[in-house]
């Protein structure tokens, strides 16, 4: 593998890593029901928890990721290889579209578990009675489940779109028709067309002859 998409693919490896592990941070430093209290029968308070900022930092080290991917690659849509049936072609396009199914889920699931968990001092009433609200759980283990789901896709997606240019040239340079493997030579000079013969008179040969 060339230095290039081997760099890439450690960046993106390293993020989707980095925004897993904030994310099962997160899960792990989430506010539990039980670390809440009533101040007072309408007001709630909540203790200090660093799951807003690991949440947020999975889903930004996602959404980096995600971005660096589809600049490498380019979308999928706007290309058509020289044979849209072969499998390299259909592999790139399942890793493509799950890939942005999975970032789309997970992305909403770590911001949201995130802005969430930072309501502090805030009360919900339910059937008439107050009660105070926390992130339930598997929310941002969820977050960061799909988000290791979508960035291995995406290396996928990278690595099956570099195979097939390896193979096949350019990608998706479908307009140049297909050449033969034997290459007809041409003559440089046309041939000339046959001339008539010229007859020459016997004395006239006989004296050049002599001359």
């Known amino acids: 593998m060339e230095k290039k ?9 390293s993020l989707g890593l980095l925004s897993a592990a904030t994310g099962f941070g997160a899960e792990a430093t989430r506010i539990k029901g039980s670390e809440v209290q009533f101040v007072s029968a309408t007001q709630c308070s ?6 807003l900022a690991l949440g947020l930092t999975a889903a930004v ?14 979308c999928i849509c706007c290309r058509r290889g020289p044979n849209p049936s072969n499998s390299n072609w259909r592999l790139a396009l399942v890793c493509y579209v799950v890939s942005w ?3 789309v889920i997970s ?13 502090h001092g805030e009360e919900s009433m339910y059937f008439g009675n107050y009660y105070c609200y926390v992130v339930k759980p598997g929310v941002f283990a969820g977050g960061a489940i799909l988000a290791l789901a979508s960035v291995t896709l995406g ?9 097939a240019k ?22 440089q000079f046309p041939p000339q067309a046959p001339q008539d013969p010229v007859f020459v008179h016997e004395d006239t040969y006989i004296r050049r002859q002599f001359t």
């Open 166 to 187: 390896a193979s096949n040239g350019l990608w998706g340079n479908s307009s140049i028709p297909n050449q033969g493997a034997i290459a007809m030579g041409q003559p």
């Open 5 to 13: 998409p081997l760099l890439l693919c450690f960046v993106v490896g």
């Open 101 to 103: 199914f999975t970032f």
């Open 155 to 163: 290396i996928l997606y990278y690595l099956t779109i570099n195979s």
């Open 46 to 51: 909540y203790p200090r928890s660093p799951a």
């Open 107 to 119: 992305f909403l699931l770590l911001l949201t578990g995130a802005a969430l968990n930072d309501q």
């Open 61 to 74: 080290a996602l959404m980096t990721a995600q971005i660096i991917i589809n600049i490498a690659t380019g």
